[in-house]
């Protein structure tokens, strides 16, 4: 496998490990529909949490979840509105982005909740 396919399934690991020491219930990983990847489905009281998991070695070209694009948003959304409806759920979904920093000097870990509010 690549190196960077392994650094993404490290930052997932280490994404999904932080959700659940947070309080979170990890009810999908790496959900599919039509194009679309959902990294992390996750629940925490009435809130799904959709998580897109952005994982670098380096900031030097920026911070990792300045990667996710509008393409990507849309296809997330898309991906959830399916997943909640087939569900048949009632809760409150919000878009999450963990970016993460990992490298020989160690690991930077960030949580950003209703991140799509700034696109």
């Not at 280490?14 to 959902?38: C, M, Q, R, S, W």
């Not at 629940?43 to 979840?65: C, H, I, M, S």
């Not at 409806?85 to 963990?98: A, E, G, P, T, Y």
């Amino acid at each position: 496998m690549a190196q960077h396919n392994d650094l993404g399934n490290d930052g997932e690991k280490l994404a999904v490990d932080f959700l659940i020491k947070n309080g979170y219930a990890i009810l999908e990983t790496n959900y599919h529909f039509h194009k679309a990847e959902v990294d992390i489905i996750a629940q925490k009281d009435n809130v799904l949490a959709v998580v897109e998991v952005k994982t670098r070695a380096t900031d030097y070209f920026g911070d990792p979840q300045d990667f996710v694009k509008p393409k990507k948003i849309k296809l997330l959304v898309g991906a959830i509105d399916d997943y909640v409806i087939s569900r048949n759920l009632d809760v409150d979904v919000r878009f999450d982005i963990i970016g993460i920093i990992k490298n020989n000097k160690g690991i930077r870990l960030e949580h950003l909740e209703d991140a799509f509010l700034h696109f």
